[in-house]
C-alpha cells in the first residue's frame, strides 16, 4: 500500500501497470522496487535524495536508502536519499521517457515535478500566512518524515529480514517493517528539526516543511516523538528487544551523532554509513532474535554500499557544502573520498563471496553478481582517476540501481532452509517432514 | 500581510541570507509567556539573517577574488570576445571551496552552538505556550458546559 501511495502521489502514471514487472523504472524522480515476498519479486522505490546525510535515515534517507542526496545543480538525479538535485539523466531503463524535468526535487516531495516546478516558483515570491491547514498536513507531514527515503530504509530491512533462514512470519515482518518505518520518520524530522537555517542555503533542501514556515517546530518535534515512541515500542513489545534496542540505537545515532557531526568532522560519513547498514541487521533480528553472521554480512554490503553512493553524490555538491559550512570529504580531503568509495566498491566483492561461506546464499551469488561488483568498482576506478563530474555521476547513478540487483539476486540465491535441515538427517525422518517448510 | 490577521507571515527567501522573514503577529491580550517567545523568535531571526547573510557575501566576494586571480595567472582576462563571464571549471573551484570552508570552520562551530542553543529554547517555550493555551481552553471548556 505504502509503495502504491507512493507511486500515484509521484505521477508515475505508468508504474501501476509495472508492478508485475520486476524492472526498474527509472522516474526522473523515483527508481521503484516492490517486495513482493510471496511474488518472489522484489520492486524497490527509491527516491534521490541528498546524500548529505547519509547514516541510516531510519531516520534519515537510507544513505543508501539512509543517506539524503543532494542537489546535482539543475540535473536530473534519482534521488536515493533526500533530496538532491539531480543533473539530467539518461534513462536508466527504457521506461525512464518520462525524464524531462529539470529539477529533483528531494523525496519528500510529492508533487508532479512539472507543475510542482511552476508552482514553486510562484509561490516562492508570496507572503505566506503561517497557519497549519489540515488538509495540507499529510503531505506536510510527508515531506517531514522524509517519505520516500523512509520507503526506502523500510524496504532494506525487509530485504534483512527476507535473508533470515528462518520460516517466514507474516505477523513479524510486518510489525517489524512498520516499526523501522516509524523510527526512520521520526529520526528524519528530528534531522530536519536541526537543520533549519542550513536547508534553506542549500539548493536541494530549500523547499522543505519547516524551512517554509509550514509547520512549526513544535509539531515537528510532537510529530517526530509521536512516530518514535511507538515505533521503538512496537519493535521492542512486538517483535524483540533486540531490533527495539538497535532501532532506539540507530536514531539516536543518526539525529544525535551523524546530524551534529557533519558540520564537525569528515568522519561523519562513516557513522552515516553506519546508520545505512543498521536496518537490514534489525529485518534480520527480527526475523531471528538474534546478531548472526548473517546479519552482519548484510549490514556489511549495505555500509560498503553507502560510500560509492554517497562520494559520487557529493562530488557535484561542493560548493554548497562549503557554503553551508558541511564537512565533507569531498571538498576537504578529496583524493580520499574517490579512494574510499573505490576501496569498498571493491569490499562489495569480497562480502558477496563471503555470502555463501557464511550460508546465507549458494554460491551462484558471488557468481551472478561478480558482472554488477565488477561494474561499479570500475566505476569507481574511473572516479578515483578521473575526479570529474561525469564519472562522478556515473557512479552514483550505477549505485542506485546496484544495490537493489544485488539485494535482489541474493534474495533468489538464498540458501533453501530446507536445503540445510535435509543436510541433517531427514532419513530418520522421512519424506513427510520434508514438505512441512515451505521457504524462499 | 493584511490588517486583519491572526497568525504570522513567512515571506520569500531573503537575496542574500536565503532565509525566509517572518512576521509576527502580536496578540492584543499577549501574556509575559507569549511576549518572550516572539521576542526570542524575533531575536533568533535577526541573528540568522545576519550571520547568513555577511556569510554568503562574503563567499560570493571571496569566490569573485578567487576567480579573479586565477585566471590573471593564466593571462586571462574576466570575460572572453564575446562579453561572457569567464569561469574556472569545478576542479579548479575546489581549491577555492576547501580553503574556504577550512577558514569559517570556527566561526561555523560558533553558530552552530548557537543555534543549537535558541533552537531549543524557542521550542521549549512553544511547549509552554501550547500547554498555558490547552489548560485555558479546557477551562473554558469546563465552565461553558458548566453552564
Not at chain 1, 510529492?110 to 507572503?127: F, H, P, Y
Not at chain 1, 517526530?224 to 545515532?253: E, H, R
Request: charged share 20%.
Amino acid at each position: 500500500g505504502l509503495f502504491v501511495w507512493h507511486l500515484k502521489n509521484t505521477g508515475v502514471r505508468q508504474l501501476p501497470c509495472r508492478f508485475v514487472h520486476l524492472c526498474r523504472v527509472a522516474n526522473d524522480r523515483l527508481i521503484t522496487f516492490q517486495y513482493f515476498n510471496f511474488l518472489k519479486r522484489m520492486y524497490v522505490t527509491q527516491y534521490n535524495n541528498d546524500l548529505s546525510q547519509r547514516a541510516k535515515p531510519k531516520s534519515e534517507a537510507v544513505v543508501s536508502p539512509f543517506r539524503e542526496l543532494q542537489q546535482l545543480d539543475q540535473e536530473k538525479k534519482v534521488v536515493h536519499k533526500i533530496s538532491p538535485i539531480s543533473p539530467v539523466q539518461q534513462p536508466l531503463s527504457e521506461t525512464s521517457s518520462k525524464n524531462e524535468l529539470r529539477e529533483m526535487k528531494s523525496a519528500a516531495d510529492t508533487e508532479d515535478l512539472v507543475t510542482l516546478v511552476r508552482a514553486r516558483s510562484k509561490d516562492d515570491r508570496q507572503w505566506k500566512e503561517m497557519k497549519l491547514r489540515l488538509d495540507d498536513l499529510p503531505g506536510i507531514l510527508a515531506r517531514l518524515s522524509k517519505i520516500k527515503l523512509t520507503a526506502l530504509v523500510v524496504s532494506t530491512a525487509s530485504a534483512g529480514f527476507a535473508m533470515a533462514p528462518v520460516p517466514f512470519d507474516l505477523t513479524c515482518f510486518l510489525l517489524a517493517s512498520l516499526g523501522t518505518g516509524l523510527a526512520s520518520c521520526a529520526a528524519n524530522s528530528i534531522n530536519q528539526f536541526f537543520e533549519v537555517p542550513f536547508d534553506s542555503n542549500m539548493n536541494r533542501t530549500k523547499n522543505r516543511p519547516l524551512v517554509r514556515g509550514q509547520i512549526s517546530p513544535l509539531l515537528a518535534v510532537c510529530f517526530a516523538a509521536s512516530c518514535g515512541v511507538p515505533g521503538i515500542a512496537l519493535l521492542t513489545l512486538g517483535v524483540n528487544p533486540l531490533t527495539g534496542a538497535l532501532g532506539a540505537f540507530n536514531i539516536f545515532l543518526y539525529t544525535c551523532c551523524y546530524t551534529p557531526m557533519k558540520r564537525m568532522s569528515i568522519a561523519n560519513t562513516w557513522v552515516g554509513a553506519v546508520v545505512g547498514a543498521i536496518p537490514p541487521v534489525m529485518g534480520w533480528t527480527a526475523a531471528t532474535g538474534s546478531l548472526d553472521a548473517g546479519a552482519l554480512l548484510l549490514g556489511g554490503i549495505l555500509y560498503s554500499w553507502q560510500f560509492p553512493h554517497f562520494n559520487a553524490l557529493s562530488w557535484g555538491l561542493r560548493e554548497d557544502y562549503s557554503r553551508g559550512g558541511y564537512c565533507m570529504m569531498s571538498v576537504t580531503h578529496p583524493e580520499l573520498c574517490r579512494r574510499v568509495a573505490l576501496r569498498h566498491c571493491l569490499a562489495l566483492i569480497g562480502l558477496s563471496t563471503a555470502a555463501p561461506v557464511l550460508d546465507i546464499t549458494t554460491w551462484t551469488f558471488p557468481v551472478v553478481s561478480l558482472p554488477i561488483n565488477l561494474y561499479i568498482s570500475y566505476l569507481g576506478f574511473r572516479f578515483y582517476r578521473d575526479a570529474d563530474r561525469s564519472s562522478s555521476r556515473k557512479l552514483f547513478f550505477c549505485s542506485l540501481w546496484h544495490l537493489p540487483m544485488l539485494l535482489l539476486v541474493m534474495f533468489t540465491c538464498k540458501k533453501s532452509f530446507l536445503e540445510k535441515e535435509d543436510k541433517g538427517d531427514l532419513l530418520s525422518e522421512g519424506p513427510g517432514r520434508a514438505m512441512e517448510i515451505r521457504l524462499p | 500581510p493584511p490588517a486583519h490577521s491572526c497568525n504570522d507571515w513567512i515571506g520569500p527567501p531573503d537575496k542574500h541570507s536565503n532565509l525566509r522573514p517572518v512576521i509576527f503577529y502580536v496578540p492584543p491580550e499577549e501574556s509575559p509567556l507569549e511576549r518572550r517567545l516572539r521576542e526570542a523568535r524575533q531575536e533568533a531571526q535577526a541573528c540568522d539573517q545576519r550571520f547568513w547573510a555577511r556569510h554568503n557575501r562574503a563567499f560570493s566576494q571571496e569566490k569573485e577574488e578567487f576567480i579573479y586571480s586565477r585566471l590573471k595567472a593564466k593571462g586571462l582576462e574576466m570575460r572572453d570576445e564575446t562579453g561572457q563571464k569567464a569561469t574556472l571549471n569545478a576542479e579548479e573551484m575546489a581549491d577555492f571551496y576547501k580553503d574556504f570552508l577550512s577558514r569559517n570552520f570556527r566561526k561555523h562551530m560558533q553558530y552552530n552552538r548557537d543555534w543549537y542553543k535558541r533552537n531549543f529554547t524557542i521550542t521549549f517555550l512553544m511547549g509552554q505556550v501550547a500547554l498555558v493555551r490547552a489548560l485555558r481552553w479546557l477551562r473554558w471548556k469546563k465552565k461553558n458546559v458548566g453552564n
